[in-house]
């Protein structure tokens, strides 16, 4: 079964504007991973946050997670067309199995 | 991060038949993973498959039809069988690293006609 709740499910910017998504998720966890993934291919790992993190950085992408309300997001910053793709977040649970669960995803259509 | 690689990277199969994806990582690695993405949807846990041991299935998804292979630290191999049009689906192997980041393999497109 899906744990991850994403919103919002697509998003539709001008290139150079800031996107954020959304993921929340039900039960404790290790950590999260936020992956992209361009048109059906496989996975781009972007950032992984730990349960003791509160904010990550990695070049234009921000991931915040807040365990009490059990949700996270990803800021993308002055996106870019090449950032048009479908963005997961995936939880691993306690006990370090590496089982992820992921959420539905975001498409995101950043337009030149 | 670990280099994955799968084989096919798709195929066009008919029902009834079966068809063994391969998944090779450039480095030897405890646990390997498999995922199927429907298409439209997100990614489901298939089974962890360890070296030296039997594959553990997720609720939904049973040995006779997913058949793992795990013969050494850097490769394992799953099995479709009895495909129908349902299981038509990206097919997706990962490895975790030691910092349990997860990297997926580019996928093995199936469609089953």
């Known amino acids: 079964s899906q744990q991850g709740e994403e919103d919002p499910q697509a998003l539709s910017i001008q290139e150079g504007e800031n996107a954020t998504m959304n993921c929340s998720y039900k039960t404790s966890i290790n950590n999260l991973q936020w992956y992209r993934q361009n048109s059906g291919r496989g996975l781009v790992h972007l950032i992984l946050?730990?349960?003791?993190?509160r904010e990550k950085h990695s070049g234009r992408l921000r991931v915040t997670l807040d365990t009490s309300k059990k949700s996270s997001s990803l800021l993308i910053t002055a996106s870019r067309a090449a950032d048009t793709a479908s963005y997961f977040c995936?939880?691993?649970?306690?006990?370090?199995?590496?089982?992820?669960?992921f959420g539905q995803g975001t498409t995101l259509q950043v337009k030149p | 991060s670990a280099v994955i690689s799968q084989k096919p990277s798709r195929d066009i199969c008919q029902r009834g038949t079966s068809l063994t994806i391969q998944c090779q990582v450039d480095?030897?690695?405890?646990?390997m993973f498999w995922y199927r993405q429907q298409p439209g949807q997100s990614l489901t846990l298939i089974a962890t498959?360890?070296?030296?041991?039997?594959?553990?299935?997720e609720s939904g998804f049973v040995i006779d039809k997913f058949p793992i292979s795990r013969p050494n630290l850097t490769f394992s191999t799953l099995t479709v069988s009895n495909m129908s049009p349902e299981d038509s689906s990206i097919y997706l192997c990962?490895?975790?690293?030691?910092?349990?980041?997860?990297?997926f393999g580019p996928g093995t497109r199936l469609t089953v006609t």
């Open positions: 946050i730990r349960s003791n993190e």
């Open positions: 990962s490895v975790d690293d030691s910092s349990y980041e997860q990297y």
């Open positions: 995936a939880t691993s649970g306690s006990g370090n199995t590496g089982k992820l669960i």
């Open positions: 480095s030897q690695v405890t646990m």
């Open positions: 498959a360890n070296q030296g041991s039997e594959a553990t299935y």
